[in-house]
């Protein structure tokens, strides 16, 4: 099972940068996806971005632009860089992992990192 560990989250102000991580516990290598989701309280979780083992990416529009999706595949680390920041991306960002085989795809989740953007 693979296990994800986001970390880089915490206070930016508006129009500041940062870059969360997403290590994984084995080789990502394997995975057909790695993504970034983001939540708000009270909130449903959204996707963010995507990459996939052929390394095409992909954003939501509310962040296409801003934020860049990349892997290094011989540290098994996911990154997300954040540019252009305002208060409507403070969330907790979550990593996931989607792995396939046959007809059945599994996801996996860590655990999340917060950012806050302030108004």
């Known amino acids: 099972q693979v296990q994800l560990v986001e970390s880089g989250g915490g206070l930016v102000q508006p129009g500041g940068s940062l870059r969360l991580s997403c290590a994984a516990s084995?080789?990502?290598?394997?995975?057909?996806?790695m993504a970034w989701h983001r939540q708000v309280p009270g909130k449903e979780r959204e996707w963010v971005a995507t990459?996939?083992?052929?390394?095409?990416?992909n954003y939501a529009d509310s962040v296409k632009g801003r934020f860049t999706i990349s892997s290094d595949n011989a540290k098994n680390t996911v990154y997300l860089q954040l540019n252009t920041l305002n208060p409507e991306d403070t969330a907790v960002y979550y990593c996931?992992?989607?792995?396939?085989?046959?007809?059945?795809?599994?996801?996996?989740w860590g655990q999340g990192t917060q950012l806050t953007v302030p108004s």
């Open positions: 084995e080789s990502i290598v394997s995975a057909n996806l």
């Open positions: 990459i996939t083992s052929a390394d095409s990416t």
């Open positions: 996931k992992a989607v792995s396939c085989g046959g007809l059945r795809c599994i996801s996996y």
